[in-house]
């Protein structure tokens, strides 16, 4: 199961890379028609969420109502995301503070870069733009904390967020920040990632195979590309109802993961395997690289490039950037500080 996880984890990294490759070749080089279909990158964030949610209950179910575990759980945790995000974080901040035309008003100041370094919501995108999913992670991952200190309060302060999300997205209430956060329907996806955990730990016998899989990875494409072709004319309720769609059948997928004969072919895929454990610096580190080697190319090749040709070009140099800054920094530092935490706090 390990392995087609961590498998998991590379695609929908590669998805998201996708994404915004398409968006980066359309603003400096021009739209195609070929790249539309690369729209469904978006749903690798959704994917995430749903996997986090699962991979969070399959791993501390054990804690789960254990108040002296916290410790280990919250340390574990923030190691995984505050290291490296901090990393890359500092390496842009002075073109943020110090260079005009870099980034927005909001990153030119000290305190809204002091909250995006900690991961701390705000009205803004934190100062790196993808790390918007990492404020989402953190919540979860406090509020997933109460039910290790104490299952029973957990369990119903859990309850009532998912239960909320729901509730606020399908009713027309217009919220402002911070209750626009908390209660974003991407919340929800971590509900579904831990009852598929719970269906997984109390159902041993749910159906799986190669048919169901692919099945299952049919409905959530074709779910994405509902999403993308109505995301501007439908409405919200229809989207909301995508969101969910698109959760339902990442949490069939993620299911499989107990497949025997799935985990022999993904575990034998080394390259994959490569791509899932640098999918956290990937996803951190893809987008000033995509927009660093569009601007590259741009005054290179001025307006003769192909947009398809761009897009190749910057999807490979941002991959082979994100797993080179994985072995050469993420995976020495976080292996060092893990053993210290280990030794600490487990």
Avoid at 17 to 35: I, Q
Avoid at 179 to 191: A, C, P, V
Avoid at 288 to 315: T, Y
Wanted: proline share 3%; with cysteine.
């Amino acid at each position: 199961m390990i392995s087609l996880l961590q498998a998991y984890r590379g695609i929908a990294a590669f998805l998201v890379v996708l994404f915004h490759a398409k968006m980066t070749v359309e603003e400096y080089f021009g739209g195609h028609n070929l790249l539309y279909i690369f729209n469904i990158g978006e749903t690798g964030v959704q994917f995430f969420f749903v996997l986090s949610g699962f991979i969070i209950f399959y791993i501390h179910e054990k804690d789960l109502g254990v108040t002296e575990n916290v410790y280990c759980y919250l340390s574990k945790r923030m190691l995984r995301i505050y290291p490296i995000y901090i990393i890359i974080t500092l390496l842009f901040a002075p073109f943020w503070l110090l260079i005009p035309d870099f980034g927005n008003a909001y990153h030119k100041e000290i305190i809204p870069l002091i909250k995006s370094i900690l991961l701390i919501p705000q009205n803004n995108h934190p100062h790196l733009g993808v790390a918007w999913t990492l404020t989402h992670e953190v919540l979860f991952y406090l509020l997933f904390a109460i039910a290790i200190i104490n299952k029973t309060t957990g369990k119903w302060v859990l309850t009532s967020w998912f239960c909320l999300v729901l509730a606020f997205n399908f009713s027309n209430i217009s919220l402002a920040f911070p209750f626009d956060f908390l209660l974003s329907i991407n919340n929800l996806l971590f509900g579904m990632g831990i009852a598929t955990a719970m269906l997984l730990a109390r159902y041993q016998k749910i159906p799986s195979n190669k048919v169901i899989f692919i099945l299952s990875n049919i409905i959530f494409f074709t779910a994405a590309l509902g999403a993308i072709t109505f995301q501007e004319q439908g409405s919200h309720t229809t989207n909301i109802l995508f969101v969910i769609l698109i959760g339902i059948a990442a949490a069939v997928i993620i299911l499989q993961a107990k497949d025997v004969y799935l985990e022999i072919f993904f575990g034998q895929r080394t390259g994959l395997l490569l791509l899932g454990e640098a999918s956290y610096s990937i996803y951190l580190i893809h987008f000033p690289v995509l927009s660093a080697v569009s601007k590259l190319l741009q005054s290179i090749a001025g307006n003769i490039l192909h947009p398809l040709i761009a897009f190749m070009m910057m999807v490979i140099v941002a991959i082979a950037c994100g797993i080179l800054f994985y072995l050469l920094v993420e995976r020495p530092i976080t292996g060092f500080l893990s053993q210290s935490v280990r030794k600490r706090y487990c």
